[in-house]
T-cell receptor, first 115, second 115 residues
Framework: EAGVTQSPTHLIKTRGQQATLRCSPISGHTSVYWYQQALGLGLQFLLWYDEGEERNRGNFPPRFSGRQFPNYSSELNVNALELEDSALYLC??????????????FGPGTRLTVL | RKEVEQDPGPFNVPEGATVAFNCTYSNSASQSFFWYRQDCRKEPKLLMSVYSSGNEDGRFTAQLNRASQYISLLIRDSKLSDSATYLCVVNDNTLFSGGYQKVTFGTGTKLQVIP
């Protein structure tokens, strides 16, 4: 069974640009979660999608947005990139909207570097 | 006070030693607790959930102390392969608008098992 996949592996952008990160959940999983892991900080919850809808949002500005497609894959968009957006962005999926009572499986992450 | 706090370590222990980590949380209404393991530059993976009665999985034992608002992870007979960062996760199960849940990660405790 294929795990959670993310693309690209690495992404380099400059300040003010937009970044788009992609995630494909494990087959049969309907929930997708996005996290930011900046150097020296813990995992910060960004967004949670289930059945195409945004279920919850972490404490991030509106320039962080995303969506979930009918096939349950998801995109994370970061507009007007700032230097401090440089981080590892992790995507996770779970079987259903039970959320944190359900096991989450993480992808390998996309390392975003903003110059 | 941070919502979820962990001693960042590193904990340097010899092979075969027993080591324990604590994680404190600030919201007394928190309901679900988990320990994740994250290897260097890899994604987090669920190690175990933490139940009120405590639970054990091989060399790993997790405990919950609601009165003092902390969870613990005990690793017995440490192996070199146990070297990793251990993340504590707390789910508030707080009913925000729409019945969403809030989850917080600790920053992680780094364990280094020495030969």
């Amino acid at each position: 069974e294929a795990g959670v996949t993310q693309s690209p592996t690495h992404l380099i952008k400059t300040r003010g640009q937009q970044a788009t990160l992609r995630c494909s959940p494990i087959s049969g999983h309907t929930s997708v979660y996005w996290y930011q892991q900046a150097l020296g900080l813990g995992l910060q919850f960004l967004l949670w999608y289930d059945e195409g809808e945004e279920r919850n949002r972490g404490n991030f500005p509106p320039r962080f947005s995303g969506r979930q497609f009918p096939n349950y894959s998801s995109e994370l968009n970061v507009n007007a990139l700032e230097l401090e957006d440089s981080a590892l962005y992790l995507c996770a999926s779970s079987k259903n909207a039970a959320g944190w009572s359900d096991t989450q499986y993480f992808g390998p992450g996309t390392r975003l570097t903003v110059l | 006070r941070k919502e979820v706090e962990q001693d960042p370590g590193p904990f340097n222990v010899p092979e075969g030693a027993t080591v324990a980590f604590n994680c404190t949380y600030s919201n007394s209404a928190s309901q679900s607790f988990f320990w994740y393991r994250q290897d260097c530059r890899k994604e987090p993976k669920l190690l175990m959930s933490v139940y009120s009665s405590g639970n054990e999985d091989g060399r790993f034992t997790a405990q919950l102390n609601r009165a003092s608002q902390y969870i613990s992870l005990l690793i017995r007979d440490s192996k070199l392969s146990d070297s990793a960062t251990y993340l504590c996760v707390v789910n508030d199960n707080t009913l925000f608008s729409g019945g969403y849940q809030k989850v917080t990660f600790g920053t992680g405790t780094k364990l280094q098992v020495i030969p």
